[in-house]
């Protein structure tokens, strides 16, 4: 096959193929020919145009005006903006004003929030910043292979590049050939083990696509080794790029959101039909048609709660400042309110339930017996190797000083030093003592690192058993592979330690000073044995874990890790182990089955970023549950795009900070729980006032509605309605203020479309009945239905009205008996005395002679007394028959 029939093959395949099936059926053979095959610089500029620059995801940020907009755009804010023109037109310039400054004030708080917040997507730029070193085919008649540096963006399907440590795979890329090439996949998977790539290996289809020895991913970055590779597909079409093909998208409105709709919808049509009859009615009656337009406005701007946007955000900032008092710090305030109603928590386990530390756990000989002279030789190794120090190292260097082990470094003298590398993962450095009294009298090479690379340069092997060192059989090698998987399964890291007795003249160098190959001096060695880590549960994991189980939220593990670790460390912090799965097993399910194991499982480990997303997915919709998603890496961006509440911590990749609603100051549990507590609060104080305030404004439109039929004439004059109406809402925003039930907080709250409009259904009916009861009084007892009573009326119900409103937060606010099992916080208690006393002094001030209000008699003040007892009465006997029916109260 030559040449052009190669390129035409590639440029008919690459780009509308799947890159995976590609990658995975091509052969080796082939591949052999087309590393000869170049892409010419005219065939890299014709491909660079169809495909575009090799740029990850192109990401636009919303403007501040898209934001502004979609803060004033809110169905409540709408209503009081048209309220407000026909109060202009009608020159009712006071309340046109007071609805303005509403409308602001809320849209301002919305707006600044969300402007904080407004980078929720992408920051793969990092990724793209590099040049890279590929070949080209140059010439017009002898074609002449080029090595040439270009600029990531630059980069085409087909093009061959040359890569080094250090270097960034610029797509996802096929090997043509490879020397000791070990990747890092952290961008990917989150862990920090490496990975080693080959080009000569064929993988099969069943192999997990992360696990791929032959293909190298966008994002990933060159350890160590070199290569070169075929670059399969760039910008959007690479495997990361899938990772966020959703990332940025609108997420559709939450049961809350759907709530308030129903509302609106609700209000606007009460609003419409009540106004009109009012409308007419009045005109009828008084044949002025400007008051009957006022009046017919005030009634609208009473039935709209003109405070919901304002309270609903007053909520929600209290609620994130309270959060930042306990290290949250909120970015997405909505985001509190879904806290409060999650009830999975999908979280990672290095650095959430570790602390992402290791410490040294045995000194094992090949039989797993503790052993001290196995300690000695990797203290000594760890101490005096200074290329770089690990943190293994300095696990063992802890435990050897904690634990009183005098092994006398002092005594020792450092010759030469091996460093570590990533291809032969191990460090020697070569020590020899003077002291002729000692058992260790000489010069010794000690090797620690990978456990095959240590058991690959020993000949020997040391029988503690029996003093004595014998030659290393293939059963020892077995044996010894026997018990690192043991303890591996257990959770555990392993090293391997090996020493070599020198001649006191032998070292690292040649006589001529030129440097061995470390092949000739690692070798012929006697292997000592392990030297186990565990990277233990934090303290404060497992009582974390176990009080937000006691608040409903249900803890599940997503880590790309092995799964025995992530086992041990979730039955340590209390997580059950009865159903795990890895990432390869769901794989292999089909959709039903993937549901059910999703269900059940609580621990899921080798997960890849998509799977991750899958889970929070199948979690969502099938099992429809609130899921908040806690993680740190590039690996977690999918699953925390998807999720209802995504948390990040401070210490996270600047991707994860950018798209999570909540960012955790301290990497602890802890933080999270006190998060919860403040949402749940949060979503009780909102879901009161919307109840609240639809049940109070509804039920006393209807009773003006009753009231102007009865009486032919204005319940309220226009002013006197706007003013109730204020004083009212003025007093509503101590709500934020208000504590909550112990058994509210402790379960996971969840709105519902249908049970706003229910519990209205329920409740709405008490306050007329109320304001029918007080209606009747007034034309039984004061005969209060001619012209000459109108200001009497017009005081009598304005006072009613307003204490009504003011008392029915106490009703709602608690399913127990309000003041006698439970009493409000104090905002809310002082903003019911001011509110009742401005509404009962105001008849007696100068003020109330203008607004035309009369003085009442004691004998009313003694009726509202018995009609306010009586309304808690019948309302709490109906909120008991309510929970009975639905379970719930707010």
């Not at 090799?54 to 309220?83: D, K």
């Not at 630059?154 to 890569?163: A, K, R």
């Not at 026997?482 to 160098?509: F, H, P, Y």
């Not at 009313?860 to 309302?875: C, E, I, Q, R, S």
Request: net charge neutral; hydrophobic share 45%; aromatic share 10%.
């Amino acid at each position: 096959m030559g040449a052009h029939e190669l390129r035409k093959r590639r440029k008919s395949t690459l780009g509308y193929t799947p890159w995976l099936s590609l990658t995975k059926t091509w052969s080796l053979s082939t591949l052999g020919q087309l590393k000869e095959a170049s892409l010419s610089f005219t065939e890299a500029e014709k491909r660079l145009r169809e495909h575009g620059p090799n740029v990850p995801l192109e990401y636009s940020f919303p403007r501040w005006w898209h934001l502004l907009w979609n803060a004033l755009f809110h169905p409540f804010n709408i209503i009081l903006i048209v309220l407000s023109v026909l109060s202009f037109i009608a020159l009712d310039y006071p309340n046109g004003a007071i609805m303005l400054i509403l409308v602001f004030i809320s849209v301002t708080l919305r707006f600044y929030q969300e402007y904080g917040s407004s980078k929720a997507a992408m920051k793969l730029s990092e990724f793209v910043r590099c040049p890279i070193k590929v070949q080209r085919c140059a010439g017009r008649i002898v074609q002449k292979e080029l090595v040439v540096q270009v600029d990531q963006r630059e980069v085409v399907p087909g093009d061959i590049v040359i890569f080094e440590p250090g270097d960034l795979f610029p797509g996802d890329i096929r090997l043509l050939s490879s020397k000791q090439l070990v990747v890092s996949q952290a961008s990917l998977t989150g862990e920090s083990s490496t990975a080693d790539k080959a080009a000569d290996i064929r993988e099969d289809h069943s192999t997990p696509l992360l696990d791929l020895k032959n293909i190298c991913f966008m994002g990933t970055n060159v350890i160590s080794g070199t290569g070169t590779g075929l670059v399969i597909s760039t910008g959007s079409n690479t495997y990361m790029s899938t990772m966020f093909s959703k990332v940025g998208k609108k997420t559709p409105p939450d049961d809350f959101e759907k709530g308030l709709r129903r509302i609106f919808y609700l209000l606007i049509s009460v609003m419409l039909a009540v106004v009109t009859i009012m409308f007419v009615v009045n005109y009828t009656t008084s044949l002025n048609l400007s008051e009957s337009i006022l009046f017919a406005i005030s009634v609208a701007s009473a039935l709209n709660p003109q405070m919901l946007p304002l309270i609903i955000n007053t909520c929600l900032a209290k609620g994130a400042l309270a959060m930042a008092k306990d290290r949250c710090i909120v970015k997405s305030l909505t985001s509190i309110r879904e806290m409060g109603s999650m009830d999975i928590l999908c979280i990672d386990k290095t650095g959430t339930l570790t602390m992402n530390h290791a410490i040294m756990v045995n000194h094992l000989d090949c039989r797993g017996l503790s052993q001290e002279k196995v300690l000695r030789y990797a203290f000594l190794n760890s101490y005096f190797k200074s290329d770089q120090k690990y943190p293994l190292d300095d696990a063992i260097l802890a435990y050897v000083y904690s634990n009183g082990f005098k092994f006398q470094p002092s005594k020792w003298r450092k010759i030469d030093e091996i460093p570590f590398d990533f291809i032969r993962r191990k460090v020697s450095v070569i020590l020899e003592t003077g002291d002729i009294h000692s058992k260790f009298f000489g010069r010794y090479m000690i090797t620690k690192g990978a456990l095959l690379e240590v058991l690959r340069v020993c000949s020997y092997i040391e029988n503690f058993n029996k003093d004595e060192t014998s030659i290393f059989t293939t059963y020892d090698y077995q044996r010894i592979l026997n018990l690192s998987e043991d303890l591996s399964n257990e959770g555990l890291r392993i090293l391997g330690v090996a020493i070599r007795k020198l001649e006191m003249l032998q070292t690292c160098e040649t006589s001529k000073g030129r440097k061995r190959e470390d092949e000739d001096i690692e070798k012929d060695m006697v292997f000592l044995g392990l030297i186990t880590f565990f990277d233990p549960p934090k303290d404060s994991a497992k009582q974390a874990l176990w009080r937000l189980s006691e608040k409903g939220v249900e803890a599940k593990v997503l880590t790309g890790d092995s799964l025995s670790l992530t086992t041990r460390v979730c039955r340590e912090v209390g997580i059950s182990t009865t159903h795990v799965i890895t990432g390869p097993e769901l794989e292999q399910l089909d959709q039903d089955t993937f549901h059910d194991k999703v269900k059940r499982a609580t621990v899921f480990a080798r997960l890849t970023p998509i799977q991750k997303l899958r889970v929070v997915q199948s979690l969502q919709t099938i099992g429809n549950h609130v899921v908040g998603y806690l993680g740190d890496g590039v690996n977690d961006s999918l699953a925390l795009d998807a999720a209802d509440v995504s948390i990040s911590v401070d210490s996270g990749v600047a991707i994860a900070k950018d798209m999570a609603d909540i960012i955790l100051l301290e990497k602890d549990l802890n933080v999270l729980l006190a998060g919860v507590e403040h949402g749940r609060l949060t979503f009780g104080n909102t879901m009161k006032y919307v109840k609240m305030s639809v049940i109070a404004n509804l039920g006393s439109v209807i009773s003006l509605l009753i009231a102007t039929l009865v009486f032919k004439y204005e319940p309220l004059t226009s002013r006197q309605l706007l003013t109730q109406n204020f004083i009212y809402s003025v007093g509503q925003i101590a709500i934020p203020w208000d504590k909550m039930d112990e058994e509210f907080v402790k379960t996971p709250q969840k709105s519902s479309e249908r049970g706003l409009i229910m519990f209205i259904l329920w409740n709405g009916p008490v306050c007329t009945l109320c304001d029918v009861t007080t209606l009747l009084f007034l034309l039984f007892y004061y005969k209060a239905y001619t012209d000459v009573t109108q200001k009497f009326f017009h005081s009598a119900w304005f006072i009613e009205g307003l204490l009504l409103q003011t008392l029915i937060i106490h009703l709602i606010r608690t399913e127990k008996i309000p003041f006698i099992q439970d009493v409000a916080s104090w905002p809310v208690i002082f903003s019911t005395v001011v509110t009742s006393a401005v509404g009962i002094a105001l008849p007696f001030t100068p003020i109330g002679k203008v607004m035309d209000f009369t003085l009442l008699p004691l004998s009313y003040f003694g009726f509202l007394a018995v009609l306010f007892l009586g309304y808690f009465t019948v309302g709490q006997v109906v909120k008991r028959l309510y929970v009975l029916v639905y379970k719930r109260w707010l």
